[in-house]
């Protein structure tokens, strides 16, 4: 079972930056796909972006050239890079990891971007 700890969420105004961390349990060179979700009120939970542990990439369209996601393969840990933040961002951020047949989830961290 992989073991998920998030960090880094919290405030901002609009077109700032924020920096959220994933730290996994195990080498995510054993996990096939790490990435990002995230969950407004009211609405389904989407992806924001994964890393395969090819490290092959992928971003919802609304994450394209404003996100980023990155990995420290010495920390067993997965970066969310966020910029140019928008109110539309709120919302409950996931860390996910995918390995075999199972998904496994974080706790959430709030993100929170003011007007």
């Known amino acids: 079972q992989v073991q998920l700890v998030e960090s880094g969420g919290g405030m901002v105004q609009a077109g700032g930056s924020l920096r959220l961390s994933c730290a996994a349990s195990?080498?995510?060179?054993?996990?096939?796909?790490m990435g990002w979700y995230r969950q407004a009120p009211g609405k389904q939970r989407e992806l924001v972006a994964s890393?395969?542990?090819?490290?092959?990439?992928n971003y919802g369209d609304f994450a394209k050239g404003r996100f980023t996601i990155s990995r420290d393969i010495t920390k067993n840990t997965v970066y969310l890079q966020m910029n140019s933040l928008e109110p539309e961002d709120t919302a409950v951020y996931y860390c996910?990891?995918?390995?075999?047949?199972?998904?496994?989830w974080g706790q959430g961290t709030q993100v929170t971007v003011s007007s």
């Open positions: 996910n990891a995918h390995k075999q047949h199972y998904d496994y």
């Open positions: 195990e080498s995510i060179f054993s996990i096939n796909a």
């Open positions: 890393l395969t542990s090819g490290g092959w990439r």
